[in-house]
């Protein structure tokens, strides 16, 4: 422990000169053995008479809550449970993890409500004294250590912190705190503070949750915002994340909910009424469910006290929630309430009301809740939304899962409070650094805030629905992809980025038993994979300087359109820079390319993650992916799920093709700003003129994917593209043969096209692309089968067009070659057709008749013409 101790506020003195009365530690629990997993990077513990606590963060640049907590014999375990489940909440957003805790320790029996309030002010005060004795400063920029205090390890400064259980209204206090220690993030010190983003009045972790809800939902063909849909809820309409939740939508049918204090029952809800009747709720000050108008519920139900001896069950009641009972206990009817066979259960509380059946209620830890907790093969729901934390264990979502209902988990759900409160500190940082150079007044700074609200919502709403859609997509592709999921997970434990027991992930065999009923790993097991892995992109990204001016627009993205116009060149020199960067883009790379993107890509080409990096922001801007996708969102509600993850999967794979061939052309010498504005242009080309460009398969595929997409509400320009997205990616080497070969890309396109008609290298490609992968080498086999066809087929047109006349038709020109060729070509030919008349494909046919194309092209295609081109 002494070992492990890195500063200490104990020779540190108060304003009148006598030591403190209380103890702040600053611990390296990595050094302690017997200490818990998962183990923090640094721990603060603040000790006295009055009060105690701890503060624990995953990194240096960490950020979490500030709990009042009530548990006086395991405060860290809940402290500590609660930072790990913020590690993953934070891969959205810049800082890691951090979560603390602190326990006033004077009995407070019999005291009032404001006493009890005062000596809880008292207690955080100090608490957040003490974490900032030990913390380092910085002034005009320079780092400046706290006085009296001998320091064992690197400069470490950036310490924040957020409201949480029991402290929502305590950030001012918190900044107030800071601003006498003269600390260098000012109000940014505690986000959503009276000059901050008010969680409750933008209702953005009700809303980010929702976003995940819609999403179950819209698979499920329900559009919550169109249609009638019920609801059992966990909380009350005084609650901010169960408040602002249960108002999201005028189809709400909220049949049951229940609190600490009362349950709410309305057999058969009027959709409008009860509506307006919670938010009547909302709206009043301290409200409760027996503020509830009993004239507004309906026959048999009612608003009951939950320290009654039983409640009657009415008729109503009975039908409902298939009660044979005629009388319950408050707890009995909670029981019966949750494992009610309803649309949606919503947590907008507090507590843990779902385990697995392989787990006791010991092992949850939530002694309060013990008697109502269900199992998760029990919930009868369809659908889990989680605003609040820790409603359900993760093994219990993982078994509702597998049992048919359907749920991420409380980390991806309500995202959203603090992916919006890491948005405050990041936009006040700049602010404050505006404010030091005189270019911003403090009244200009409120305004400014306050203007870009909405915004900020915005942002942050975008994030959620961006992240749920990836989880989704990936769900869809479990059983498929199955391998590179478990390779994946494989590759994070050996790197030391996971321990897959703590995080209740499954073994392979395991796995392997779940395929043989036709699953996976479920939604809940992705989301926990997800972020880890954009966790383990952002923490290398981060390595990196960022210099070229191409990499500003992602850091851009990361802030207020409203604050990018007025201070773009300023945001420049934002102090977290760098760490910004890396954060957005290792957030949409995962959400647009999925989690086995990056190691899938290492893997067929060795290339580091900064370099991917690179390359799939020119493959995505090339293909102008982020347009295509808010194309493809817009149709939410209009088209069927299942065409819009097709037409996302058929982007995703023409990027990763232009990802893969960049990294493999242009590994050392790509220039975003150059070589994407090269690629462009011939794209848009290609695009406008494939019809004319196009031949044979290519064009009668295309023509029949337009009209299927079509005809089921996609618009016609989005149509034509997905459509020729498979050909698309031929553009990459259309260009390098025009650079080459001093052709036009229309003429060399014409050529390209005509000869892969002509030697059905378009069937050939499709069979590979169909053929399914065993295993994650067969998967990368048909991968660098498929770039040999692409290069071959390039390789052939160049000598098409160098052995032909200028200004020949395409069509002639291949003709010539082929008459010029005839054996090699017939033979090609030959090939061809044994493949297809054969009931058995693998890979081994592939690579033999790849092969034997090689043959054909390097046999046609002078020495002098190869030069430059690389195969």
Not at 201 to 208: D, F, Y
Not at 377 to 390: A, H, I, S, T
Not at 558 to 578: D, I, M, Y
């Amino acid at each position: 422990m002494i070992l492990a101790t890195l500063r200490t506020n104990y020779y540190q003195l108060d304003e009148d000169g006598n030591p403190k009365e209380y103890l702040s530690l600053k611990l390296q629990p990595e050094l302690i053995s017997e200490a818990p997993l998962p183990k923090p990077k640094y721990e603060m513990f603040v000790y006295s008479c009055r009060v105690e606590g701890v503060h624990l963060r995953g990194g240096k640049v960490a950020r979490g809550g500030l709990r009042w907590s009530d548990r006086s014999e395991d405060y860290r375990t809940e402290v500590l449970g609660l930072m790990k489940a913020q590690q993953v909440k934070n891969s959205v957003i810049v800082p890691l993890g951090a979560k603390g805790g602190f326990l006033p320790k004077r009995s407070m029996e019999g005291a009032s409500r404001e006493e009890v309030m005062a000596e809880g002010v008292y207690c955080y005060r100090m608490f957040i004294r003490g974490l900032l004795d030990v913390a380092d400063n910085l002034v005009k920029g320079k780092v400046v250590h706290p006085e009296r205090v001998v320091r064992y390890d690197d400069d470490d400064y950036y310490l924040v912190v957020a409201a949480d259980k029991g402290t929502a209204t305590f950030s001012d206090i918190a900044n107030e705190v800071a601003e006498s220690y003269g600390f260098w993030l000012g109000d940014a010190f505690a986000s959503g503070g009276s000059n901050g983003y008010d969680h409750k009045q933008m209702g953005i972790t009700a809303k980010g949750a929702w976003e995940s809800v819609k999403r179950h939902f819209r698979d499920k063909h329900i559009d919550t915002q169109a249609e009638d849909f019920s609801v059992v809820a966990i909380g009350d309409m005084a609650g901010d994340v169960f408040g602002n939740g249960m108002l999201l939508s005028k189809h709400i049918q909220l049949v049951a909910a229940f609190n600490h204090l009362h349950i709410f029952v309305d057999p058969s809800p009027s959709a409008a009424k009860s509506y307006r009747e919670r938010k009547r709720l909302f709206e009043l000050e301290r409200s409760s469910w027996a503020d509830y108008n009993p004239r507004l519920i309906s026959e048999g139900g009612g608003v009951f006290s939950r320290s009654a001896k039983s409640i009657a069950i009415s008729p109503e009641m009975k039908k409902r929630f298939d009660i044979r009972e005629s009388s319950l206990t408050p707890n009995g009817l909670i029981s019966y309430l949750l494992k009610a066979e309803e649309d949606l259960l919503w947590n907008g509380g507090i507590g843990t009301y779902v385990k697995s059946r392989l787990e006791s209620d010991l092992v949850v830890g939530d002694k309060a809740n013990d008697a109502i907790r269900i199992n998760g093969d029990e919930l009868r729901c369809k659908v889990v939304g989680e605003g609040g934390n820790l409603g359900l264990t993760q093994l219990g979502r993982v078994e509702f899962n597998l049992n048919g209902g359907v749920c991420f988990t409380d980390f991806i759900d309500n995202a959203g409070g603090v992916n919006s409160s890491d948005a405050e500190v990041n936009i006040k940082i700049m602010l404050n650094q505006l404010m030091e150079s005189g270019k911003l007044s403090d009244r200009s700074r409120k305004t400014l805030l306050a203007q870009m609200t909405d915004e900020v919502s915005e942002l942050v709403l975008e994030n959620n629905y961006r992240q749920a859609q990836a989880i989704n997509l990936m769900q869809h592709q479990a059983v498929r992809r199955n391998f590179e999921y478990i390779r994946v997970m494989k590759g994070l434990e050996e790197h030391g980025y996971l321990n897959p027991r703590i995080e209740f992930l499954p073994t392979e065999e395991e796995v392997q038993e779940r395929l043989t009923s036709g699953q996976a790993l479920t939604a809940p097991e992705l989301s926990v994979l997800t972020s880890y892995v954009k966790g383990a992109v952002k923490e290398r990204l981060a390595e990196e300087s960022f210099e070229d001016p191409y990499f500003l627009k992602e850091m851009y993205t990361a802030f207020p359109p409203t604050l990018v116009k007025k201070f773009g060149r300023q945001l420049e020199k934002h102090r977290l820079k760098r760490e910004i960067i890396a954060t957005q883009i290792a957030n949409n790379m995962v959400n647009n390319m999925g989690m086995s993107f990056v190691s899938r890509i290492q893997e067929t080409t060795g290339a580091s993650r900064s370099q991917i990096a690179s390359a799939y922001l020119a493959a995505r801007d090339i293909f102008g992916m982020e347009d295509r996708l808010s194309e493809i969102r817009s149709l939410d509600g209009k088209v069927k799920p299942d065409i819009q993850i097709d037409m996302i999967q058929d982007l995703i794979r023409l990027v990763r093709r232009g990802t893969r061939w960049l990294l493999r052309n242009r590994r050392d010498t790509l220039d975003l700003g150059k070589d994407v504005p090269l690629f462009q242009k011939p794209l848009a080309t290609l695009q406008r003129d494939f019809s004319a460009i196009g031949a044979g398969d290519a064009i009668n595929e295309w023509r029949s994917g337009t009209k299927r997409l079509s005809r089921e509400g996609v618009p016609a320009e989005l149509a034509g593209f997905i459509a020729a997205s498979h050909h698309l990616y031929s553009l990459m080497g259309i260009v390098e043969v025009s650079r080459l070969t001093g052709e036009t890309t229309s003429r060399v396109a014409s050529v390209q096209f005509a000869v892969g008609d002509q030697l059905h290298l378009h069937w050939f490609s499709k069979q590979m692309h169909e053929y399914q992968a065993a295993s994650q080498w067969e998967a990368l086999a048909r991968e660098s089968l498929q770039d040999d066809l692409n290069w071959q087929q390039v390789a052939i047109t160049m000598a098409v067009l160098s052995e032909g006349k200028k200004r020949a038709p395409a069509e002639r020109l291949i003709t010539r070659w082929m008459e010029e060729h005839n054996d090699l070509v017939q033979r090609w030919l030959s090939m061809q057709a044994e493949i297809r008349s054969s009931t058995v494909r693998d890979l081994s046919i592939y690579t033999v008749a790849i092969r034997e194309l090689m043959d054909l092209s390097q046999s046609t295609l002078g020495t002098s013409a190869r030069i430059g081109f690389g195969t």
